[in-house]
């Protein structure tokens, strides 16, 4: 998907599965550019929870109430991520930061993406500060062991890892 005349952000990662913490970040970057589309790696190495299929299924599911649904676009990609960005003709990559833990392997990745191609910079916003202690590894694991977190990530997400690991 190709978009011209429109500053365009691919909002990149595994979404596995997408949390509160993602869309919040989406909608604070939606006051900066025109479209972002949130691209799922398929990055089969990392041997995820949901399939690519499921992930896409629950970010579609989680913007079904999303006030301006026309900016936003879903997608997937295989291969390097900066080979993704230029066939979409964004300008940026976007990433969250949370903690300074987060730091080192984003530094690391932005650099190589730049390495790669001087083309999209790199953009991250900082996650808000009600949902910095949440990632979708942490998600996971809270509901394995039988937690709940409700208000965290959006109900179809809930529904899904509750039905994954309760059959
Ligand atoms: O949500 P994640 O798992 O932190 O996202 C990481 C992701 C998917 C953005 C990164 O692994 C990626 O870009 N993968 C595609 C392969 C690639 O381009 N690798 C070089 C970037 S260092």
Not at 111 to 131: F, Q
Request: aromatic share 8%; glycine share 6%.
């Amino acid at each position: 998907m190709r978009m011209q005349d429109s500053r365009v952000a691919v909002y990149a990662g595994s979404f596995d599965p997408i949390t509160n913490g993602h869309l919040d970040l989406l909608d604070r970057a939606l006051k900066i550019f025109d479209n972002i589309i949130i691209a799922v790696a398929e990055n089969p190495a990392k041997k995820p929870l949901f399939t690519l299929d499921e992930r896409l299924e629950l970010i579609r599911a989680s913007l079904l109430t999303h006030a301006e649904p026309n900016r936003i676009q879903v997608d997937s990609f295989q291969g390097l991520l900066v080979d993704y960005v230029e066939r979409t003709g964004a300008v940026a990559i976007l990433r969250g930061l949370r903690a300074v833990s987060d730091f080192e392997y984003e530094f690391q990745m932005a650099l190589m993406n730049r390495k790669l191609s001087r083309k999209p910079e790199t953009m991250y916003l900082m996650t808000g500060a009600r949902w910095i202690y949440i990632s979708s590894r942490i998600i996971k694991e809270v509901v394995q062991a039988g937690g709940c977190v409700t208000g965290l990530v959006p109900e179809a997400v809930e529904h899904k890892l509750q039905t994954k690991f309760r059959p």
